[in-house]
């Protein structure tokens, strides 16, 4: 089951880029990573979504939003929904730890955008992972179980399942923008918690093993290969240094490698 998971890599270029410059930036990373087997991702600012779809347009690389609201429509002044979304891209970032942190979104309201993903047929990443002082005590593990539990409960009480498309992404806090990593051995082993809480809570089929789990947390390409050495990681979901072409050449090139490890192995 493990090999046959797809290899992904999905950049966040967070509050970085202006419509003027972003779709030049897509179009030289999707020339320096045409590599057979990786699903590529760049996921911009809304403002610069549409030239970025029209850069990437003959290429393979998709495009993803880095938020959506949690209601389908009303009156929510500056806020975009999953609707204005379709046509612009087809996937996106949910609960990224930045807006945990600085939007306090809560794990009922990630949830809420997890349905409205589905409903718009945006395939979501939806990013976990915990602080340092809750790994420093032993309750990293717990930690993301809750967030999973939470947002499964309220997708639950909307009558819904998890999408059946889901990703997601294993970002420890202090990894994120920090230059330090988590060890590949502990990205791994919550990737196997995620998959096991994913099929005891929402019935996901197989123990979850269907289910693409990327880690991100100061990802470059020369820390990519610590995290791809371990079967249970799927890729990676990349911040600083998905804005650097040379950088996601060569991370997307040491996903090739996995990918076609994979391919020659099933
Ligand atoms: P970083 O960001 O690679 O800059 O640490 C990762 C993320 O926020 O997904």
Redesign the pocket.
């Known amino acids: 089951m493990t090999l046959s998971r797809p290899v992904i890599v999905a950049g ?1 270029w ?1 509050m970085n880029t202006t419509p003027a410059d972003a779709g030049r930036l897509a179009t030289d990373i999707a020339a320096a990573t045409e590599v057979a087997g990786v699903t590529r991702i760049v996921c911009p600012p809304y403002v610069a979504l549409p030239a970025v779809r029209d850069a990437l347009a003959a290429t393979s690389v998709a495009v993803g939003a880095q938020n959506l609201h949690g209601e389908p429509a009303g009156a929510y002044t500056g806020e975009v929904s999953g609707q204005m979304l379709v046509g612009l891209a087809t996937w996106c970032i949910v609960g ?3 807006r945990r942190r600085d939007q306090a979104e809560s794990d009922e309201l990630i949830g809420r955008k997890l349905l409205r993903c589905a409903e718009n047929g945006l395939r979501p990443i939806l ?1 976990v992972g915990e602080q340092l002082a809750e790994r420093e005590a032993g309750l990293a593990e717990e930690t993301v179980r809750g967030q999973l539990e939470r947002s499964i409960g309220e997708l639950r009480r909307l009558g819904a399942g998890l999408p059946a498309d889901l990703v997601v ?1 294993y ?1 420890p806090v202090w ?4 230059g330090r990593t988590a060890w590949g051995s502990d990205a791994a082993a919550m990737a196997a918690l995620i998959r096991l809480v994913l099929a005891e809570s929402a019935g996901v089929p197989e123990d979850g093993a269907g289910v693409p789990v990327l880690y ?4 470059t390409s020369a820390s990519i290969a610590e995290f791809l050495a371990e079967p249970e990681i799927d890729g990676a ?6 804005l650097k072409v040379d950088e996601m050449a060569g991370i997307v090139a040491r996903a090739g490698m996995t990918a076609a490890a994979r391919a020659s192995a099933a």
């Open positions: 966040d967070k990224h730890s930045e990013c992404a970002e990894a994120i923008g920090t991100g947390g100061s990802v979901l990349v911040g600083g240094a998905s």
